[in-house]
């Protein structure tokens, strides 16, 4: 097998690694609460903090992943994140436990801006950040399971993510020390390009993660207080969710482009509305997992297809961080946003508030999705159907389909200093 279809298995645990953080926000911010001198709204302002900072990694880091290198940022940032989490497991103080959620949050965005940039660059990025997804997914419904049997305490969570960037420092020997794009290739994709649509899937994207982590953030007390669980049922009913997101994402992975973007977008963002509705109007056991199960099995479903979208905008992975970044300052304003909305006016009124602004931005996203149709796909989305079908694309195809509103180039830099270190 040729590297060029090698999967990029040190991006995908980069990835997993980064993403972990906000999987984990229920247990995370309502260990927060029961664990230390803090309330409902001020644990989940600590949440919001911790994924603010993630995105403010992103932003910050974004134009100097060449300037540093792939496998140096790469691991400043598993370090902070071992740092900042660790640090914060370990103390009862509530200003320590505050600045290392920070700390580590800046490593966990800066982790996902290492993967998200070379996922980007990767011939099948949509085949790269599902399976992203799927180990995140798998690895927090295992610490949802194992956490509520290890004892109270707000360290569990976190020490489970500081623990899991250890585990993931050795993969980054295999990534580039440095990205080695041409002048040619520099010059033509200097610029963004399509910048309406990157611009309005980056605003959006913010809106829809900011009503996703809202309930996510307080669907644990949604559980604990109005559905009357224990901790212990709660955690089995996150991690099945989590589990019948594995099936979701193996689905969309297996779909690929079959039914473009808009659909999968557009009817996938209604869906989730209304799962919102019913897992926040919960008052038994048979509705909050029912809600939850539907609502974790769709959102990485459409989360893989708005990912894949922003890579297809831009062949040197620019708007994919972007657009991540923005999705993470969405999910850093969750937390506290739920907190505030259900402390004020309840969980079911949060859940109908958060639905009908889900099914307000869906409109945008999907026309983005529209239009990115209307251009050819780019070949590594195309791709994705010919390789489900067993046959083998032709050598040399390219990743970027050549446009009236896109330079063609031919091979992006990361991918070619990715391939000859995983060559080797």
């Known amino acids: 097998m040729s590297a060029r279809t090698t999967m990029p298995w040190p991006l995908v645990a980069l990835f997993t690694a980064g993403y972990l953080a ?43 992943i060449d300037r540093v290198g792939p496998r140096t940022l790469a691991r400043i940032g598993l370090a902070l994140a071992v740092l900042g989490y660790g640090s914060a497991a370990l103390t009862h103080a509530v200003p320590a436990v505050i600045a290392g959620a920070i700390v580590g949050g800046f490593g966990s965005g800066t982790a996902t801006t290492v993967a998200a940039s070379g996922i980007a660059a990767e011939r099948d990025p949509h085949r790269a950040s599902t399976l992203g997804l799927l180990c995140v997914s798998a690895l927090a419904g295992a610490v949802y399971l194992t956490v509520p049997h290890l004892g109270a305490g707000h360290g569990r969570p976190l020490a489970a993510i500081a623990l899991t960037a250890l585990a993931v420092w050795p993969l980054t020997a295999r990534l580039p020390v ?83 973007r808009a659909v999968p977008i557009g009817a996938g963002t209604a869906l989730i509305a209304g799962c919102i509705v019913l897992s926040a109007s919960a008052h038994d056991l048979r509705t909050f997992a029912t809600g939850e199960i539907a ?40 937390p506290l946003t739920g907190s505030v909305l259900s402390a004020g006016a309840g969980f079911p009124a949060m859940g109908a508030i958060l639905a009908a602004g889900l099914i307000v931005v869906a409109v945008p996203m999907t026309a983005v999705a529209v239009g990115s149709g209307r251009r050819r796909l780019p070949q590594s989305i195309v791709e994705i159907s010919v390789e489900a079908r067993g046959a083998r694309p032709l050598r040399g195809a390219g990743n970027c389909a050549t446009s009236p509103h896109r330079p063609a180039v031919s091979t992006p830099a990361y991918e070619n200093s990715y391939a000859s270190t995983s060559a080797t």
């Open 22 to 64: 906000p999987y984990l926000l229920p247990t995370t911010v309502g260990r927060l609460d029961a664990g230390l001198p803090l309330s409902a709204t001020q644990a989940g302002a600590v949440g919001s903090a911790l994924l603010l900072s993630s995105a403010a990694a992103g932003f910050l880091l974004v134009s100097r």
């Open 295 to 334: 609502w974790n099995t769709l959102y990485p479903i459409v989360l893989s297809y708005v990912l894949g979208l922003a890579a297809s905008l831009d062949p040197r992975g620019r708007w994919a961080v972007l657009v991540g970044s923005a999705s993470s300052l969405g999910t850093a304003a969750g």
């Open 178 to 260: 440095r990205t080695t794009a041409t002048e040619h290739t520099r010059v033509e994709t200097a610029g963004l390009p399509h910048r309406r649509a990157g611009l309005v899937l980056a605003a959006t994207l913010l809106c829809w993660s900011l009503a996703q982590n809202s309930l996510w953030g307080v669907s644990g007390r949604i559980g604990l207080t109005q559905a009357h669980l224990s901790e212990v049922t709660v955690g089995a009913v996150f991690a099945i969710a989590l589990g019948t997101g594995l099936v979701g994402v193996i689905g969309a992975g297996a779909l690929g482009s079959r039914l473009g």
